[in-house]
């Protein structure tokens, strides 16, 4: 890690599954981009991904590797980024139980992210664990003092949450904490394959970066695109196109001239689509590449979960020294 990283960031992820190409233009890039600049810590979050997953909690131990080798993958280096695991951070647990004290359950209640989530799931109840997700998600940005955590735009609530939280405690104790700043990538809410709402590993719509060639090649074929055309030459409409979104996504170089060719009716929708597949499949050949050798070499993977946890740990309880100083929590001081 370079000496001059001043600034942190925190970001991270649940351990659903594999990441998608909306994670990777919604922050992955950043996270990529900004490992040189900002000491940064990436957490793998298995205790958030429980609130939805604690039936089945055996899928986490292999979704917990797959999301690290995304990550490795994509280009975060383990030299410039620490990668860390939730659950094995206890500090991060007791910073939540601190901070559970200070939120009220109304300001949960009023997360916009956590009713839509909510909706889509279909709970008429909610867990306790799964409305207080965004306290836990505060210990997570806080634990190692982040000053800027990049996320898609569906997590905006919980930094605004986290602020408060960090704002409050500020000011009841003592000053521990910065409060963090948001930051969205190019594209913050990538529309899916259906065209419909955004990209989504449970709305079935994605293009994971762990897919084949083929498989790219097959769900650009199906994507949705301007239902108003109909023959080859009719003019287009990219502003409603599905397919079009994702030329401003992945094919910078050549949007400006597909957008003229489909308003004219010069390019029809299979050789556009065509054009996408080759742009999508040229931004993950690297991406599959470097994945492969983190396959064949499982413990490279779990040997950087490893050391980046314990980093993590000794950062967090230098921060929970200082809280409990704060709260007059530390009767025994040695
Ligand atoms: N809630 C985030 C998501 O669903 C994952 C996450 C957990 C996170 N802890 C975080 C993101 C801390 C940013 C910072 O994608």
């Known amino acids: 890690m370079s000496k001059n990283k001043q600034k942190r960031i925190l970001t991270g992820d649940r351990p659903t599954g594999k990441?998608?190409?909306?994670?990777?233009?919604?922050?992955?890039?950043?996270?990529?981009?900004?490992?040189?600049?900002?000491?940064?810590?990436?957490?793998?979050?298995?205790?958030?991904?429980?609130?939805?997953?604690?039936?089945?909690?055996?899928?986490?131990?292999?979704?917990?590797?797959?999301v690290a080798r995304d990550y490795l993958a994509v280009g975060i280096d383990p030299e410039e980024t620490t990668i860390l695991v939730q659950s094995l951070v206890p500090e991060i647990a007791e910073l939540t139980v601190f901070y559970s004290m200070i939120v009220t359950v109304n300001q949960l209640q009023r997360n916009p992210t956590i009713k839509s989530e909510s909706a889509q799931y279909g709970y008429d109840e909610m867990t306790y664990g799964f409305l207080g997700y965004p306290v836990s998600q505060a210990a997570d940005i806080t634990f190692c003092k982040a000053d800027l955590v990049p996320v898609g735009e569906d997590q905006l609530p919980h930094i605004e949450q986290t602020r408060r939280i960090v704002r409050k405690f500020n000011n009841l104790y003592d000053k521990v904490f910065p409060e963090p700043e948001a930051l969205v990538g190019d594209f913050p809410r990538l529309v899916g394959l259906d065209g419909k709402s955004k990209m989504s590993k449970s709305l079935d719509n994605a293009i994971y970066l762990n897919d084949s060639e083929e498989e790219v090649k097959n769900k650009v074929q199906d994507a949705v695109t301007d239902p108003a055309r109909i023959r080859i030459d009719d003019p287009g409409h990219p502003e409603v196109c599905t397919v079009f979104e994702y030329h401003k996504a992945f094919n910078k170089d050549g949007v400006k001239?597909?957008?003229?060719?489909?308003?004219?009716?010069?390019?029809?929708?299979?050789?556009?689509?065509?054009?996408?597949?080759?742009?999508?499949?040229?931004?993950?050949?690297?991406?599959?590449?470097?994945?492969?050798?983190?396959?064949?070499?499982?413990?490279?993977?779990?040997?950087?979960?490893?050391?980046?946890?314990?980093?993590?740990?000794?950062?967090?309880?230098?921060?929970?020294?200082?809280?409990?100083?704060?709260m007059k929590l530390n009767y025994f001081p040695e």
Do not use: M, W
């Open 19 to 66: 990441l998608h190409l909306g994670h990777y233009v919604g922050s992955l890039q950043n996270r990529v981009k900004l490992q040189h600049e900002y000491d940064t810590f990436l957490i793998i979050a298995d205790v958030q991904a429980l609130t939805t997953n604690f039936e089945k909690p055996e899928k986490l131990s292999e979704n917990v590797r797959q």
């Open 257 to 326: 001239e597909i957008e003229g060719n489909c308003r004219q009716g010069k390019i029809g929708c299979v050789a556009c689509k065509r054009k996408l597949t080759g742009a999508i499949n040229n931004l993950l050949a690297p991406i599959r590449e470097k994945r492969v050798e983190y396959i064949n070499n499982p413990s490279l993977v779990d040997e950087v979960l490893i050391d980046g946890t314990r980093k993590a740990r000794e950062v967090a309880r230098e921060t929970l020294n200082e809280v409990r100083e704060a």
